[in-house]
């Protein structure tokens, strides 16, 4: 199983809706809009790599109001 945190901006006034839909699919543990560079935190989880980048690009980047994501995969060290 592979973990990470997506960074995610949004247009202007858009972090809370965003927030709100990406917590609705399936895969993603939490979604949290936030102050900062980024206006929202996202935990992931997927099977491998390869279903990682599926589920940020297919499905994460899909949703309206994102403009860029920065994926952060976790590492156990």
């Known amino acids: ?3 990470a945190y997506i960074l995610i901006q949004t247009e202007v006034g ?3 809706q965003v ?14 809009a936030v102050t900062g560079p ?3 935190i ?6 491998d790599v ?3 980048g599926k589920l ?8 309206e109001g994102i403009t860029r994501t920065l994926t952060c995969p976790v590492v156990k060290l």
């Not at 940020?56 to 949703?63: S, T």
């Open 14 to 16: 858009k972090a809370a």
């Open 42 to 47: 996202v935990h992931a989880v997927a099977d």
């Open 50 to 52: 390869d279903s990682l």
């Open 56 to 63: 940020v690009v297919a499905k994460i980047q899909a949703v």
């Open 38 to 40: 980024y206006d929202a």
């Open 19 to 32: 927030a709100m839909e990406v917590g609705k699919i399936q895969g993603v543990r939490a979604a949290e």
């Open 1 to 3: 199983m592979v973990e």
